[in-house]
């Protein structure tokens, strides 16, 4: 199924913004979506991912900027006249037809005759051959979106937009069906914009992610490069957890920059940091709390030379099965989270004890200081209601 990408299915936006009378939903952005590739506009509500998702579709104006896919200017195109289809969240299937005519609806609609091979082949692709008779209600949430998957699927468009596709879903069936549109989209090849507000959603399907705050794209990149590289404190709360020390760069020594922090010092690659780095200056130091190994105080010997390293005390712990959860209060910082997988476990590690937290510097990331720490994190940042949301 999948063909020599000729760029017909790129998506281009050139300068495009929207406003809403004093209010920017979205602020002049320049994004290309390549041909057959799966992408994710992600943020939190009031962002500007679905606004912008919608100026793609035709369905809202550009205020300024151009919108083409491939080499056709479609900014002033209605709906309708655009190669793209779009999935909602409430899938807007014809309750009164069954699945079958459901999917055909659009080839119908276009006075095509001989629908059934072209309907059942669909059907196939999302593994609902043995549903094709029954009616929108007698099928599962994941089933009804798979049928409107292949009902948009049908029409051949070149980009399919999908709009909180499993926002309807529970835990279990969003996972299953993350993995299955996953498969349909490399299956078909063809172009698809995901718009989100969950960061494993995006990462799972996505092969690109534009990370949306305040109607601007804050950071672009492959979901492993913006977990492991943010270059802002809003991607690296938004994206997971992240620890981040407030430090003060000391020495540059060869490729590395070495930091003072709460009388100790920290390492830092400096290719991956992303602000000033002249003596003196200050730096918020960066660690995902699953890079951190954990070791009793009394161990603190054992530990090779070379990491990083800070001592605290363990203020509370989580057991959740595949791993403990720990809070560590620091001089450094307050609440420093750190995961330990569930594999040897020591028996010492409970509340109160004394211990070591160490890593590999080249797990470490830097950021500009004068970015707010709280930046990103649930209720701080990206919560603007967004007029077209």
Not at 196 to 214: K, L
Not at 221 to 244: H, I, K, M, Q, W
Not at 257 to 274: D, F, M, W, Y
């Amino acid at each position: 199924m999948k063909t020599t990408p000729d760029n017909s299915g790129d998506v281009r936006l050139s300068g495009i913004s929207k406003t809403y009378g004093s209010f920017t939903a979205v602020h002049p952005l320049d994004l290309t979506v390549p041909e057959g590739s799966f992408f994710a506009l992600l943020g939190a509500s009031g962002c500007g991912k679905t606004t912008t998702l919608r100026m793609i579709a035709g369905l809202e104006e550009p205020t300024t900027g151009t919108v083409r896919l491939g080499e056709q200017d479609v900014t002033h195109l209605p709906p309708y006249k655009r190669p793209v289809n779009t999935v909602f969240q409430s899938y807007a299937l014809f309750p009164h037809l069954d699945i079958f005519e459901n999917v055909a609806f659009g080839l119908r609609r276009r006075g095509i005759k001989s629908v059934k091979k072209q309907v059942e082949d669909m059907l196939e692709l999302v593994q609902l051959g043995e549903q094709a008779r029954k009616k929108p209600h007698q099928l599962s949430g994941g089933q009804q979106q798979r049928v409107a998957v292949a009902r948009a699927l049908i029409n051949h468009p070149k980009v399919l937009l999908l709009d909180e596709p499993l926002g309807a879903l529970d835990l279990k069936l969003r996972r299953q069906m993350q993995l299955e549109l996953k498969r349909i989209q490399t299956e078909v090849g063809i172009t698809f914009v995901h718009v989100t507000h969950d960061q494993e959603e995006a990462m799972t399907m996505a092969d690109t992610v534009a990370v949306m705050n305040g109607g601007r794209v804050e950071q672009l990149g492959s979901p492993a490069d913006l977990y492991e590289n943010p270059r802002s404190t809003f991607v690296a709360n938004f994206l997971g957890t992240s620890n981040l020390i407030e430090a003060e760069v000391d020495t540059k020594n060869g490729d590395d920059i070495v930091l003072k922090a709460g009388g100790g010092k920290l390492v830092l690659p400096e290719a991956r940091c992303s602000a000033p780095t002249t003596a003196g200056g200050k730096v918020l130091v960066g660690i995902r709390p699953e890079k951190i190994s954990l070791t009793h105080a009394d161990d603190a010997g054992e530990i090779p030379d070379g990491r990083n390293r800070l001592t605290g005390t363990i203020a509370d712990a989580s057991f959740i099965g595949v791993s403990t959860q720990y809070v560590i209060d620091s001089p450094v910082c307050d609440e420093l989270a750190v995961y330990v997988q569930n594999v040897e476990r020591d028996g010492r590690l409970v509340p109160g004890a004394d211990v070591v937290l160490h890593w590999s510097p080249a797990h470490t990331f830097g950021l500009d200081a004068a970015q707010s720490l709280l930046a990103g994190t649930v209720g701080s940042a990206g919560t603007e209601e967004e007029a077209a949301a």
